[in-house]
């Protein structure tokens, strides 16, 4: 089984709409990590949240909001969709309080390919 | 504003063939770390390197940390159509902090 699952894998949708994307982890970690990608700009921080009660903007966060509901749980929306944000959307976890090595790497879901009509 | 500069973007090349990825920056990173990524799922981990000058291999794959700690490049010996994909560079800036992201060099390896 994954250990860092999302949910759904494949969504298409219209202009205005709400959208959420969840994100699960068995991996027992405290810090989970939402970003998009998009060809040729690479992989770009949409919001982050270093534990439950923690949450933080990252690059791009307008248009996007984040919900933190468990420490296995971080969801994504997407309050009135537009298309400029038809994208891949991957969730990340790390660990904390570890070595320098082990708290930055990062274990990414497969993602969720949004299209926004 | 993109931190990491990679080059080049996209590179094809034949079976057999060397290859270098470089990752630039003006900035100074604690750690530097290369993932690569297929179609249909996320990107995974290569490798770490955290000291200026550090050189870590991975069977045909050579990684390299500048000294200064603001660039680094990986080397493929021998490509094989297996090493196709997306690579990207990340730099974090302190212990357990965010990753900043290169644009990726997508890699194909023609048999």
């Known amino acids: 089984d994954a250990d860092v699952t999302q949910t759904p894998r494949n969504r298409i949708t219209k202009t205005g709409k709400r959208i959420m994307l969840e994100c699960s982890q068995t991996k027992g970690h405290d810090r989970m990590y939402w970003y998009r990608q998009d060809p040729g700009l690479g992989l770009r921080l949409i919001y982050y949240?270093?534990?439950?009660?923690?949450?933080n903007k990252g690059e791009i966060s307008d248009g996007y909001s984040v919900s933190r509901q468990a420490q296995a749980k971080f969801s994504l929306s997407l309050e009135s969709a537009i298309p400029n944000q038809t994208a891949l959307y991957f969730c990340?976890?790390?660990?904390?309080?570890?070595?320098?090595?082990?708290?930055?790497?990062?274990?990414f879901g497969p993602g969720t390919r949004l299209t926004v009509l | 504003t993109q931190l990491l500069e990679q080059s080049p973007q996209f590179l094809s090349i034949q079976e057999g063939e060397n290859l270098t990825v470089y990752c630039n920056s003006s900035?100074?990173?604690?750690?530097l770390q290369w993932y690569r990524q297929e179609p249909g799922e996320g990107p995974v981990l290569l490798v770490t390197?955290?000291?200026?000058?550090e050189v870590k291999k991975l069977k045909r794959l050579t990684f390299q940390f500048g000294d200064a700690r603001k660039d680094s490049s990986l080397h493929i010996t021998a490509a094989q159509p297996g090493d196709t994909g997306l690579y990207l560079c990340?730099?974090?800036?302190?212990?357990?902090?965010?990753?900043?992201f290169g644009q990726g060099t997508e890699l194909s390896v023609k048999p």
């Open positions: 990340a730099g974090a800036h302190n212990q357990g902090g965010k990753l900043i």
């Open positions: 390197v955290v000291t200026g000058g």
């Open positions: 990340a976890t790390s660990e904390s309080g570890g070595t320098l090595l082990s708290t930055d790497t990062q274990y």
């Open positions: 949240s270093f534990d439950v009660k923690d949450i």
């Open positions: 900035s100074v990173f604690s750690s």
